[in-house]
């Protein structure tokens, strides 16, 4: 994790180890203990480390990794999840509850059950998908406070 303070916001940038599943989540915790040190209410650590957490799984099960950052802002916490993975085919059908494109082995860890980005947009204020085929996705979302 790297922090650095530009202009009033802070910024924590990470590296989202796309081969290792017991480490997936922890730049979410790390983000949560930082904005309670922060003095964030209960409420808005949750919804960010829901989205930043379901986030993070995704970028393992489908794009081996990536990087998470994150910029809390005078009014808004700012989470810009990018990959060099797949992309997704089709948004419409990705945003559906229960809709996964997770091996049986991704579902026989737990993983896999077509709630991620459904989650991530339910917690969130604002999210965008810009992704490209072969090339990589880019998720921003928004938290307002």
Do not use: C, W
Not at 87 to 108: C, H, L, V
Request: charge should be negative; glycine fraction near 12%.
């Amino acid at each position: 994790m790297r922090v650095t303070n530009m202009s009033e916001a802070i910024r924590f940038h990470f590296d989202v180890d796309g081969e290792n599943f017991s480490s997936a989540g922890e730049a979410s915790v790390m983000v949560k203990k930082k904005l309670r040190q922060l003095g964030f209410s209960p409420d808005v650590m949750r919804r960010v480390s829901i989205a930043m957490y379901e986030g993070e799984i995704n970028m393992v099960i489908h794009a081996h990794g990536g990087t998470a950052d994150v910029i809390v802002g005078e009014d808004a916490i700012e989470i810009i999840l990018a990959d060099k993975g797949p992309g997704i085919p089709d948004i419409n059908k990705a945003m559906q509850e229960g809709f996964s494109t997770a091996s049986d082995n991704i579902r026989a860890l737990g993983f896999g059950a077509g709630m991620g980005l459904p989650n991530m947009k339910k917690y969130t204020d604002y999210m965008q998908i810009d992704t490209e085929i072969g090339v990589g996705t880019t998720i921003t979302m928004r938290v307002n406070y």
